[in-house]
Every structure is written in structure tokens, then in C-alpha cells.
């Protein structure tokens, strides 16, 4: 059973920076789909922040508004995944949560439909003016 651990939430001020880690554990996240999403205060859904193919394609989709300033990644030897993010404003504030999905899955369809095999718990980011 893959279980996923977030790291890496905070407070911080307008226009400054987090990087966010997911732990994995339980299986390799090599071959797997991989995402991030946020649900913001008094939101009823998540959305999709940043999704990446896995090993078999290349493919990586960013919300809109995050798109310049947040970056998705692995590191195979670790096995975690990373939210790089910066230039963070207010409406960035949420929890964000990581994610896996199988291998050949439809990196924007991930993101945009939240369709994910296995979720992390959460971690708080909350970004001040």
C-alpha cells in the first residue's frame, strides 16, 4: 500500500517562497503519475495545481495561475515529490495535497478531474499581504 506524507508548509509573506516534499513509502513512485492540489478556504473542491506523466512520457500540466512560479518534480532516489513555489500571493493560500496515479495516465486529466489512486493528508500553506 503507497502511502504519501507532505512536508513543508508554512506561513509565509507576499512574494516569498516554499518548497513542499511528499514522502513516498510502500512502492517506487518511478513509473507513477504524480500531483499536486490545493483546496482554499470555503472551497467545496480541490483543484489541480501541477501534474507529471510518469516515467513512460514526458507530459506536465500547471494550473494556469501557478504556471512561471511553481515547479513539480521527483527525486527517484528519495522517492518524493516536490512543489516548488514562488512569488506566492494571498490566493495561494491552501491546503496542498500530493498525490499518485497509475503509470499511462492523462497528466491534464489528472489535474483537472482530481483523479488520483492515492492522496497525502495535506499540508497548510497560508501566505500573508
Known amino acids: 500500500q503507497l502511502q504519501l506524507v507532505e512536508s513543508g508548509g508554512g506561513m509565509v509573506h507576499t512574494g516569498g517562497s516554499l518548497t513542499l516534499s511528499c514522502a513516498a513509502s510502500?512502492?517506487?513512485?518511478?513509473?507513477?503519475?504524480i500531483g499536486w492540489f490545493r483546496q482554499a478556504p470555503g472551497q467545496a473542491a480541490r483543484e489541480g495545481v501541477a501534474?507529471?506523466?510518469?516515467?513512460?512520457?514526458?507530459?506536465?500540466y500547471y494550473l494556469h495561475s501557478v504556471q512561471d512560479r511553481f515547479t513539480i518534480s521527483r527525486d527517484e532516489a528519495k522517492n518524493t515529490i516536490y512543489l516548488q513555489m514562488s512569488r506566492l500571493n494571498v490566493e495561494d493560500t491552501a491546503v496542498y495535497y500530493c498525490?499518485?496515479?497509475?503509470?499511462?495516465?492523462?497528466?491534464?486529466?489528472?489535474?483537472?478531474?482530481?483523479?488520483?489512486?492515492?492522496w497525502g493528508q495535506g499540508t497548510q500553506v497560508t501566505v500573508s499581504s
Open positions: 498525490a499518485v496515479d497509475r503509470p499511462n495516465q492523462n497528466v491534464q486529466a489528472m489535474c483537472l478531474f482530481r483523479v488520483a489512486d492515492y
Open positions: 501534474c507529471s506523466s510518469g516515467s513512460a512520457g514526458t507530459g506536465v
Open positions: 510502500g512502492r517506487s513512485l518511478n513509473d507513477l503519475a
